[in-house]
């Protein structure tokens, strides 16, 4: 299994900058996938960004250019560097992971709030 724990989330105002970071434990050399979700009051969860293990990186729409996803093998943290932020970021964000054999692992949520 693997244990996934978020952090970063703050106000902020637009325009600002913010990151996320994503700790992973327990058997994380099986870890293939970490990515993002979000989910803004009253809306769906919405896939927000995903880095593979072979460096692979892809985001959704509207956050390309703003989001950079990246991941640190030496302490098996996934980051999500957010810049130029709007208030429709807002949003709780959730980290997952990818490995074989079991489900994908989930993270508690981390809120993001944009807002003067």
């Known amino acids: 299994q693997v244990q996934l724990v978020e952090s970063g989330g703050v106000l902020v105002q637009p325009g600002g900058s913010l990151r996320l970071s994503c700790a992973a434990s327990?058997?994380?050399?099986?870890?293939?996938?970490m990515g993002w979700y979000r989910q803004a009051p009253g809306k769906q969860r919405e896939w927000v960004s995903v880095?593979?293990?072979?460096?692979?990186?892809n985001y959704v729409d509207s956050v390309k250019g703003r989001f950079t996803i990246s991941s640190n093998n030496a302490n098996n943290t996934a980051y999500l560097q957010m810049n130029n932020l709007k208030p429709e970021d807002t949003a709780v964000y959730y980290c997952?992971?990818?490995?074989?054999?079991?489900?994908?692992?989930w993270g508690q949520g981390t809120q993001v709030t944009i807002s003067l």
């Open positions: 327990g058997s994380v050399i099986r870890i293939t996938t």
């Open positions: 880095i593979t293990s072979d460096g692979f990186v």
């Open positions: 997952f992971a990818d490995y074989p054999g079991f489900p994908r692992s």
